[in-house]
């Protein structure tokens, strides 16, 4: 059964009434441009074709129930407490109702409508984007929630004030200190085009990646390292940029060009200058990727993943010896580029491979990960794909 399917059969299991509708948000990996987004930079991802869809009905209550197959039991609140409890109160609800719940609120905060003007809801979730795998569930699950919101409640928002209520959820109502990346990922996809996101404006550029015509295909390597953010590891980066962008005296890093570089080696100490090195050349390779598929296709950008990878293992230090195993054997088995994806400390590498040699290169990274003693990984491909719809 697909995930539509799922969402719809939850919805008559719950409600045994009629749907006004589907919709549909898809999770997202980054090509590339990795720590760059609060640091005011540039990021490249794409949305996946895993979508979490939500099915959605009225009620005559003024309530909201959310209900998902990761968890069948209904939440429900009334619309008009949505305020009494985010953020302050959110811990009194289950954290998956948040997302959802937190959308709503964040949504009627946005358009300062007041809860009584809207209807009450039914929102039945079913999803095939794996959770913490880095393909950004969170994300589908705030882009199905405000996609179907906005058009039922009749908001009239577009695709990027709905990306911000979705972070703004997160941030608030779930309480996860996340840019906004994931949700423009998955508000503004286009089938075989990646979303270049200028995190600073906001001004996003849906670009070709042309994988399908040059007979490419993009490998996720799920490694099932979960990460481990209670290391602190991302605080001690943010907290690096934020000394580097200091000592130049500029508002965030985004500010500070390759060619600065020495003058930052002079200001701050090694370590911090390793961290600044990988966001300052990072912003750099983003631009370089998004310029060089314009003119060259995507064939050419191999190199660009690799160096990221490397600037990440070296210089920004968030890979383990999982994510650096699935580079390495992707780039021993002829891929024209690979690095890993995400937050780092866990989670996935990507490697872009000929379609070809799909089979050969799943195969040598299980054997890989077999040989190293490690958990054995989920590979699967992902075509870029469409953002957040209204699917029937
Ligand atoms: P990811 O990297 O997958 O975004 P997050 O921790 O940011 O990982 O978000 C995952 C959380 O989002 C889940 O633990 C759950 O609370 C919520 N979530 C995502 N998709 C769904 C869904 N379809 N139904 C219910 N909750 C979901
Ligand atoms: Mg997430």
Redesign the pocket.
């Known amino acids: 059964m697909t995930a539509a399917d799922e969402a719809q059969g939850l919805f008559s299991t719950l409600t045994g009434s009629e749907t006004v509708g589907l919709w549909s948000a898809p999770g997202r990996v980054n090509l590339i441009g990795e720590h760059t987004d609060y640091n005011d930079g540039f990021v490249f991802p794409f949305a996946t074709p895993h979508r979490?869809y939500v099915a959605l009905g009225r009620r005559t209550d003024g309530r909201i129930r959310v209900v998902?197959?990761?968890?069948t039991a209904p939440v429900e609140v009334a619309l008009a407490d949505l305020d009494a409890f985010f953020p302050e109160r959110r811990d009194e609800i289950v954290?998956?109702a948040r997302?959802p719940l937190g959308v709503a609120w964040a949504l009627l905060q946005a358009t300062g409508k007041d809860a009584a003007s809207v209807t009450g809801v039914d929102l039945a979730?079913?999803?095939d984007?794996p959770?913490?795998?880095?393909?950004?569930?969170?994300?589908?699950?705030e882009g199905a929630t405000g996609s179907a919101l906005n058009d039922v409640w009749e908001l009239g928002l577009d695709r990027v004030a709905l990306a911000q209520a979705g972070r703004r959820a997160e941030n608030e109502a779930v309480g996860?200190p996340t840019g906004i990346m994931d949700q423009m990922a998955s508000m503004l996809g286009e089938t075989d085009a990646g979303t270049f996101l200028d995190c600073r404006s906001l001004d996003a550029q849906v670009v070709e990646l042309g994988f399908e015509a040059a007979g490419l295909e993009l490998m996720v390597i799920d490694t099932r390292v979960a990460h481990a953010h209670s290391t602190g590891g991302y605080g001690e980066r943010r907290a690096a940029c934020e000394r580097g962008a200091e000592a130049m005296k500029v508002p965030a890093l985004r500010d500070v060009r390759v060619d600065q570089l020495p003058r930052v080696e002079e200001l701050v100490d090694e370590k911090t200058y390793r961290r600044v090195r990988h966001v300052v050349t990072e912003n750099q390779r983003v631009l370089d990727t998004v310029r060089t598929l314009r003119e060259k296709g995507p064939r050419a950008i191999g190199d660009l993943l690799y160096a990221s990878h490397a600037s990440m293992r070296d210089d920004f230090e968030i890979s383990v010896p999982e994510l650096d195993l699935a580079v390495e054997t992707a780039r021993e088995n002829g891929a024209i580029g690979a690095r890993m994806t995400g937050g780092g400390f866990g989670g996935s590498a990507i490697a872009l491979i000929d379609r070809d040699a799909v089979p050969a290169v799943r195969e040598a990274m299980l054997a890989a990960f077999a040989a190293a003693g490690h958990t054995e990984p989920h590979v699967f491909t992902v075509r870029p794909s469409q953002g957040a719809r209204r699917d029937g």
Do not use: M, N, P, R
Not at 68 to 71: L, M, N
Not at 132 to 141: D, E, M, P, R, V
């Open positions: 979490t998902s197959t990761f968890d954290e998956w997302y979730f079913a999803s984007v959770v913490g795998a880095g393909l950004s569930s969170s994300a589908a699950i996860a």
